[in-house]
């Protein structure tokens, strides 16, 4: 494309820009930033960047346009809206910055699949940021490029700041997407993550109703082709457990599942790099070089040494490099459909067992609680540790309603028979400044073990307080290490920390709050209608036999978790006892009514009353 047709497109989309410099190499890109003095050569050869006030993301400065293009976003506290006046008021001033300013530009695409891929056009006034989307996101082929029209464009002025009381912000940042002028607009951060979580945001969007499950998760593939996902916020060890010199890394964050498989939304990584070790981590380690970009990291000023440990600009410390910089990494992003699943919580109370093995069930209801605690940096203002509820580990970037995800996933999960672990990577031996942080090193033969099966025989045993399934043995680890209570000094003050945050996982799951309401009332004043679904649970008696009878009369789905059955003794007691009989005369009529029906149970562990009748009308 000329710089002529490319100038039209973007003055098209509302933006003045001066000089463009068109998705020049890395190492151009580089050495402008070097002459724009944005930044320093570090030994190692990578970029080191400050970002100035916002070294993480601002979750309170992000917005969605609320516009007919985003009608199915659930909007909330995380998904803000605003309106279309207040991103048209701050593009012209963005317009307004950039008309005399040289731009960095970058093209590419989101996604490895090129069905589901999303052309990007990234227009930054800094070097810096041009180079971190080059990194990041997936490279065009030449011939991409020769008609290239942008799926969604970011607009990343991070220099320039809003203004609270002449903008109407809620400060000098603003973070928005519109789903209409397919644009992502950025003022006042010049944190580059930004940019990436905006984009994923956009495809967690657009995705679902294609058939394709987003996901926020690591993926890596093993010698036999067993694909694994890990799930888990910032700082919960995702991006370092994925990089397993065993495995092959398919991507570190954010990926898209569709009926053949896997495949990652990126062509680069975004580590956080605090306190990396080249021993703990030597891929990672190894793969920080020239292309790569540092941010906010404290280098030696005359040996240009990086000092990893070094906290005092952010523990939120982040590197950017290309995943062929990962040994043997699947550069082409696509795989297979995953056999194992992890979801990561980093728990600063000391509390959640090493692994435990989760049901269909329980994955579900952890998918949808998102346990796990910010750790200090990732987000403004967090400073230490804190326990937060994150709907499929990843809540600030998904504008849907939650339930999509998860049931997505759980109808995946079912088809192809995927085992799934919930892995604490947080503290053990007590909590956040009594304990201990768990060792990389440990928390990788905890995966290992899972990974190639060695958990599968070794029996399980119900936590008491999260009814997870906690395996009893694990070859290479003692006994003691897989039962966290036997970690803690004080074991009563283990029971009612533990108590307190299965309490915590009950309130705040499944996060209905404002969306629906408990009204008491008698079933025969319910009025229902077909399509509705009724649900009742550990219903007594024949009580469960009116609510069927209800449903049924209205044409309405109906899910019942039978309780008590009212019966002494079943002339049918020689062929099976009589609740069975009960339930299963109770199927049948359904079927008689003109339902489709499935039996099911859940995990003895969470009730043993567990059968569960399912019905819909044909």
Not at 340 to 366: Q, R
Not at 396 to 417: I, N, Q, T, W
Not at 472 to 496: F, N
């Amino acid at each position: 494309m000329s710089q002529s047709d490319l100038r039209t497109q973007i003055i098209g989309q509302g933006i003045a820009v001066g000089n463009i410099h068109l998705n020049l190499p890395a190492a151009e890109l580089t050495a402008r930033a070097l002459a724009r003095q944005e930044g320093i050569l570090a030994a190692n050869g990578a970029l080191v960047v400050k970002t100035g006030a916002r070294t993480g993301r601002s979750p309170a400065d992000r917005f969605i346009v609320e516009e007919p293009e985003a009608a199915d976003v659930a909007w909330s506290d995380v998904n803000q809206k605003c309106s279309p006046e207040l991103f048209e008021r701050l593009l012209k001033k963005a317009s307004s910055y950039l008309h005399e300013r040289d731009v960095f530009v970058f093209e590419g695409f989101v996604g490895a699949d090129r069905e589901h891929r999303l052309p990007i056009r990234v227009v930054a006034d800094a070097a810096w940021h041009a180079l971190f989307a080059h990194t990041l996101f997936r490279q065009p082929d030449p011939i991409d490029l020769e008609d290239f029209l942008p799926g969604f464009t970011v607009v990343a002025c991070g220099m320039l700041h809003a203004d609270p009381d002449t903008d109407g912000t809620r400060s000098a940042t603003f973070i928005g997407i519109s789903f209409s002028r397919r644009m992502v607009l950025i003022l006042g951060t010049m944190y580059a993550g930004e940019i990436k979580k905006a984009l994923f945001t956009v495809m967690n969007y657009l995705l679902p109703p294609r058939g394709v499950l987003p996901l926020h998760c690591s993926a890596n593939v093993g010698r036999k082709g067993d694909v694994a996902l890990y799930f888990g916020l910032s700082g919960t060890g995702k991006t370092t457990l994925s990089a397993d010199p065993r495995r092959r890394l398919v991507g570190d964050d954010e990926h898209g599942w569709a009926d053949y498989g896997i495949f990652n939304f990126e062509g680069g990584c975004y580590a956080k790099v605090i306190r990396l070790s080249a021993k703990a981590e030597p891929q990672i380690f190894q793969a920080i070089r020239f292309g790569s970009v540092l941010e906010n990291v404290v280098v030696d000023p005359l040996t240009r040494a990086v000092h990893w440990n070094d906290d005092s600009v952010t523990e939120n410390t982040r590197a950017t490099y290309p995943v062929d910089h990962i040994p043997d990494a699947v550069v082409e992003g696509e795989s297979g459909l995953p056999r194992n699943i992890f979801f990561l919580t980093c728990d600063a109370m000391g509390v959640m067992p090493p692994i435990s093995k989760l049901t269909p069930e329980m994955a579900s209801y952890h998918f949808l609680s998102g346990f796990t605690s910010k750790v200090a940096g990732t987000e403004a203002g967090v400073k230490e540790p804190k326990p937060t509820f994150s709907t499929c580990f990843g809540a600030p970037f998904m504008p849907r309603d939650p339930v999509v995800y998860a049931s997505m996933l759980r109808e995946r999960m079912k088809a192809h028979e995927v085992r799934c672990w919930l892995v604490n990577t947080g503290w053990t031996g007590g909590p956040y400044g009594v304990g201990q942080r768990m060792s990389i090193a440990f928390t990788r033969r905890l995966l290992q073990a899972a990974l190639d099966g060695s958990l599968d025989d070794c029996g399980c045993t119900p936590h008491p307080f999260f009814k997870v399934l906690v395996p009893i043995s694990c070859k290479g680890i003692t006994a003691a290490k897989l039962d966290q209570r036997e970690t803690w000094r004080d074991r009563a003050a283990y029971d009612q920390t533990a108590a307190k945050l299965a309490a915590e996982l009950v309130r705040t799951w499944p996060r209905l709050a404002d969306r629906v309401t408990f009204e008491p009332r008698r079933l025969a004043d319910v009025s229902l209608a077909a399509g509705d679904l009724v649900v009742s649970v550990h219903a007594c008696g024949a009580l469960t036999d009116d609510v069927l009878a209800a449903a049924v009369a209205a044409r309405a789905r109906v899910a019942v978790l039978p309780c008590c059955h009212e019966i002494s003794r079943s002339p049918l007691d020689a062929w099976l006892d009589g609740p069975l009989a009960i339930d299963v005369a109770r199927a049948q009529r359904l079927i008689a009514a003109g339902y489709d029906v499935l039996a099911q149970t859940i995990d003895p562990a969470i009730t043993p009353k567990n059968r569960l009748l399912l019905g819909a009308p044909r």
